[in-house]
């Protein structure tokens, strides 16, 4: 199975603020990497896929890069709404995995 | 509107059987991988598996291979996960989701380009208690 490992596990940070989060495959993933945001006690929400691709009516405050074995997802411009835990996953291969998640809290 | 409708929480007792539902509206059912994901109480989530609805090709992921079992109904657009003999360690929200992607199963492949997942189901709440 691809290990996926997100760091860090939780951060915090302000409104306005950029935050950077990593993820890393344990072998190449080529681009087939999606992230997610989950709020607490509702189910995930689909940002971006094939590393870089928004969802449709994800803002454009999010974005995500990488190829390989490494991948970032970056806020810009944190907003309150974006207070949340984040996952990758990876499924270019099955089983599909997801990084352990990171928290991102108010600072 | 794509949306995946899940059927409502269980409070069951450990070697009691479950079988849960996920009903599709909005897309051609059979045109779509649909899986299921697990997440424990506190906890990150895990990809149990998914199956294509035309042909009820499936793969599952090792561990969860054997333990439950994920079928589809496509004459009335629903996905299904069942346990045979539910244990207290399967308390957690399952999350039905739809695949856009290209899998394959018995060396036959089918899907489109994008991949992960990009529509969720609202969860199911197990609870499995003595």
């Known amino acids: 199975d691809v290990q996926m490992t997100q760091s860090p596990s939780s951060l915090s940070a302000s409104v306005g603020d950029r935050v950077t989060i990593t993820c890393r495959a344990s072998q190449s993933i080529n681009s087939h990497l999606s992230w997610y945001q989950q709020k607490p006690g509702k189910p995930p929400k689909s940002l971006i896929y094939s590393a870089s691709s928004l969802q449709s009516g994800v803002p454009s405050r999010f974005s995500g890069r990488g190829s390989g074995t490494e991948f970032t997802l970056t806020i810009n411009n944190l907003q309150p709404e974006d207070f949340a835990t984040y996952f990758c996953?990876?499924?270019?291969?099955?089983?599909?995995?997801f990084g352990g998640g990171t928290k991102v809290e108010i600072k | 509107e794509v949306q995946l409708e899940q059927s409502g929480a269980e409070v069951k007792k450990p070697g009691e059987s479950l079988k849960i539902s996920c009903k599709a509206s909005g897309y051609t059912f059979t045109t779509y991988w649909i899986g299921w994901v697990r997440q424990m109480p506190g906890k990150g989530l895990e990809w149990m598996g998914i199956?294509?609805?035309?042909?009820?090709?499936?793969r599952y992921a090792p561990s969860f291979q054997g333990q439950v079992t994920i079928s589809v109904d496509k004459y009335i657009n629903t996905a299904y996960l069942q346990w045979r003999s539910l244990k207290a360690s399967d308390t957690a929200i399952y999350y039905c989701a739809r695949h856009p992607g290209t899998y394959c199963s018995d060396s036959t492949c089918y899907g489109g380009e994008q991949d992960g997942v990009d529509v969720w189901g609202q969860g199911t709440t197990v609870i499995v208690s003595s």
């Open positions: 199956i294509y609805p035309a042909d009820s090709g499936i």
């Open positions: 996953q990876q499924s270019d291969s099955i089983p599909l995995t």
